[in-house]
């Protein structure tokens, strides 16, 4: 048995929930069922007034949700209800793995220089050996999403000189890619904040929650290719596998409250 | 061709950066070069007169340290350099995909109701439909670093009365969860908080950021079972594919500074 029952979990820390994490949850719910994406909510004033709390506790609580993704502030508008998160399939079908015939991808340098030591260790490369690299920005719906930085050994890509102009090297660079027989990809997903550069792609400030996606191609039994991508947090949820299936992530926040009721 | 050349990007936001996010820049090189691991940072006053800021904004380029997972705060002790983040695999072998012969799921409850809405259409069952409800916990190295409620409707486990008790229902939905012959599955991976009790599970406050996992699997041409899984953001880095072969994360950060610069 891998399994062991316990009761009622570890010992619950019984430190008082601060104000604005009750009234986030209280607007949460409101969220849900009194308004659609895209409205405005009510003013600071008429808001602090209608759920009792002061307008610091407010701001906090809508700084959270706009931290969520749940509430989108336009100066002159006000505050907008979001809209549900983009799904953004990660990994693609062969054909459109590295870019070709899609429009969401654009190119935005290229380069041949060492690789952070990490990558370079991981690509199995000498740690001041140039490496090609791509920077892309990915697009959906009108709106730059995420970036992505590829780095490419001159193992996998010999052909490419190291003199080529930007975008001549981005396009053979991926073109070689693109041709590439994969032995097998693999990713890893976490939390990350923008850092300047990438929050400058992204027109947001540095410093925005972004979900950091690392992948590794490799083909003829070694490490052909290593992708930094980030994603906005705010607006995309990642999808894995077969696309359309997963959709019932929204309600995420409401699912424990509601079992826990019931069962 | 499916992409342009964007010479610089987009327009950048010319914002300045504020105070604490400097901060944080440069002791993010400190933690990468002079500490490691375990190690315990000098005080506040120490650290604010080191780098010349006052005290409120050393606390504020903390505080994001801890939130990014990097640092972490333990009363008596002070503020540590924080461990690596542990690779969790989500996608598992056949073998291991419901927790059979690992002792790295501890079952919490389980339970017979109503599932949230959406899950109920994306389960394809009625919205007042009771469902097989199982809630685990992940363990990594003696922590908690998950949360997870499984949605098992009728249909998959007919066999499981609804009566039953907590331990026996779960281990027995668990067991018919196991034998299933899955045609496939699809996973999105987002952003999240921890709600009340999933915080309380994960022994932290509730608010703190959570990668949420929610996964459809399919049998018999319909979805037999949706999961919805929540991990720590500060400690876990969520690995799909080969395991052990993305172990290149951590270099995220200094990445796009260090190609622009020798690009």
């Not at 502030?73 to 590295?98: C, K, N, Q």
């Not at 899609?102 to 050996?129: K, M, Q, Y």
């Amino acid at each position: 048995m891998g399994t062991t029952l316990v009761a009622n979990g570890p010992a619950a820390d019984t430190a008082p929930e601060p104000k604005y994490w009750q009234l986030r949850t209280v607007l949460v719910r409101a969220l849900d069922t009194e308004f659609h994406a895209g409205e405005v909510l009510p003013n600071e004033r008429d808001l602090s007034a209608r759920f009792g709390v002061a307008r610091a506790t407010l701001r906090q609580a809508l700084d959270q949700l706009e931290l969520e993704g749940r509430l989108v502030r336009r100066r002159g508008i006000g505050t907008l209800v979001a809209a549900p998160r983009m799904g953004v399939p990660v990994v693609e079908s062969t054909d459109h793995r590295f870019g070709t015939g899609r429009d969401s991808w654009r190119i935005v340098e290229a380069g041949f220089a060492p690789a952070p030591a990490a990558v370079a260790a991981a690509l199995g490369v000498e740690a001041d050996a140039p490496v090609h690299t791509v920077r892309r920005l990915r697009m959906m719906q009108g709106q730059a999403i995420g970036t992505e930085i590829l780095y490419v050994p001159e193992a996998t890509a010999p052909h490419v000189p190291g003199f080529l102009a930007d975008s001549s090297r981005a396009r053979s660079v991926l073109r070689t890619l693109q041709r590439l027989e994969l032995d097998g990809e693999s990713r890893a997903v976490e939390l990350g904040v923008a850092e300047e550069e990438q929050a400058r792609l992204l027109e947001r400030p540095p410093g925005i929650p972004v979900l950091v996606v690392t992948a590794r191609y490799r083909a003829e039994g070694r490490v052909a290719a290593v992708g930094v991508s980030t994603y906005r947090a705010d607006t995309c949820r990642l999808t894995f596998g077969e696309s359309g299936l997963v959709e019932v992530a929204p309600v995420v926040a409401a699912a424990p409250a509601e079992v826990r009721a019931a069962s």
